[in-house]
């Protein structure tokens, strides 16, 4: 028995190859299934099943490419309704892999399909569970992205029942792989490693406590922050199908001249430019969004960008498959190519050019003083804005900033001083608000993190949220 696990941090997703006797399962795979196929040659091997825990809502899942690729039946749970052809799998139905097995264990919940596959070794015994959303390190899935027409309350009900009858009853030397590790918006707060063991959670997550329904419900669902634009369109786009990732691939990595670029971007297309933010602030096309693949790239362009336009890249010399395949990763499916020679061409082609200015933390401090119109604009979630922030700072999370209404309630006298926690959403943020026409604006390099080192900051604690 063989198992091994793919973990994607910019997403926080893990997908597992399991193989037995030449035979092989992939669970919840990424659309760029290479590394799949890739493993199973190498180990001489053949991919028989791949089984989905549910219909994913923070990515887009490689089952349909890897089942025209391999043969291999794409297994759901019960209540899976797809557009495409599945093998809906009964609660308790086995699937042979060599000389281990799968027992499919109906884990509604998170959503209503939910579904945990249990791995039982050569002898027949438990061995691990790969518990997609139900099951996390520290935490459970949220109840709030139901597939169904349920409330939050409702599902937590759910998986109360979940909790009790399919998880808690298995041995505690049992191993847990989940779909998701730290970071991830699919969970509260899930903990710091991206596998565990039944004991283990028995002992430290909240939500395998023993408790009543009612205290069950309240823990899940207290806190909750809002989930992403995006998930409800990939967890649509799961359960419908998707274009080919090699189709999407070919038309993104189209380099086009700097004629052919104006073109689609006079025809409404988002310019999105995927350099490091240190680089994009010093020079960029204007009307660019930034989004730096050094970060949580593809979360925030499923956050910030529309699904609906077309989108040519800007980016590195070398990084454009890069940045197709990530974007596909989270369903856009609409690049229409990249910018050839990235931006230094566009330079040295003598076409406009934007920038923003940075600064540091200091002189942030010497100006606020001086400066009636400052404005100092936290792009942080609220809950980082509430742990502490500058003292009449205004609060407007990143994610919020999609809204053009919110972002056309700044005055033109004002002068926006902008960050986040370390200096790449406040990039984003500042590209927004560019992109609007408000250029009254500084960036604050280091973000929150060098600013309240400086012994002039007045941090408070209380929020000040923009409506």
Known sequence: MYIK?????????????????????IIDPLRDTDAYIQLAKERKANIKYIFETHFHADFVSGHLDLSKETGAPIIYGPGANTKYTIHSAKDGE???????????????????????????????????????????????????????????DE??????????????????????????????SCGKNLGPNTHSTIGEEKKSNYALQPQTKEAFIA???????????????????????????????????????????????????????????????????????????????????????????????????????????????????????????????????GEKIDMIIDLEADELMMDIPHDPNLLVLDVRREPEFADGHLENALNLPLHEMVDVLTLAQFEDNQNLYIHCAGGYRSVIAASLLKREGINNLRNVLGGWNKIKEEEKAVIVKEASVLN
């Not at 061995?127 to 409330?151: K, W």
């Not at 009900?157 to 989940?178: R, S």
């Not at 989270?330 to 040295?348: A, I, P, S």
Request: hydrophobic share 40%; glycine share 10%; net charge negative.
């Open 5 to 25: 696990q793919f973990y994607t941090s910019c997403l926080s997703e893990a997908a597992y190859y399991i193989e037995s006797e030449g035979e092989v399962a």
């Open 94 to 152: 086995i699937f042979k892999l060599g000389k281990i097995s799968f027992e499919v264990l109906h884990t509604p919940g998170h959503t209503l399909e939910s579904t945990c596959y249990l791995l039982k070794d050569e002898s027949g015994n438990a061995h691990a569970i790969f518990t997609g959303d139900t099951l996390f390190v520290g935490d459970v899935g949220r109840p709030d992205l139901s597939s169904g027409d349920m409330s939050s």
């Open 155 to 184: 599902l937590a009900a759910i998986m109360y029942n979940t909790i009790q009858t399919k998880i808690l009853p298995l041995h505690d030397e049992v191993l847990v792989y989940p779909a998701h590790g730290p970071g991830s």
């Open 219 to 349: 823990a899940v669902t207290n806190g909750l922050q809002t989930a992403p634009i995006y998930f409800a369109i990939n967890a649509k786009i799961n359960q419908s199908g998707y274009d080919a990732l090699k189709d999407v691939a070919s038309k993104g990595t189209t380099p086009l001249s700097i004629e052919a670029f104006k073109k689609v971007v006079a025809n409404d297309a988002i310019i999105l430019d995927t350099r490091m933010a240190t680089l994009f602030t010093q020079g960029f096309v204007p009307g660019s969004i930034s989004i730096g693949l050094e970060g949580r790239f593809a979360e925030f362009a499923g956050s910030i960008l529309p699904f609906d336009k077309s989108i040519v890249l800007v980016t590195e010399p070398g990084k454009e498959e890069e940045t197709v395949i990530r974007l596909s990763r989270v369903g856009f499916d609409k690049m229409e190519g990249y910018l050839k020679g990235g931006f230094e061409t566009w330079k040295n082609a």
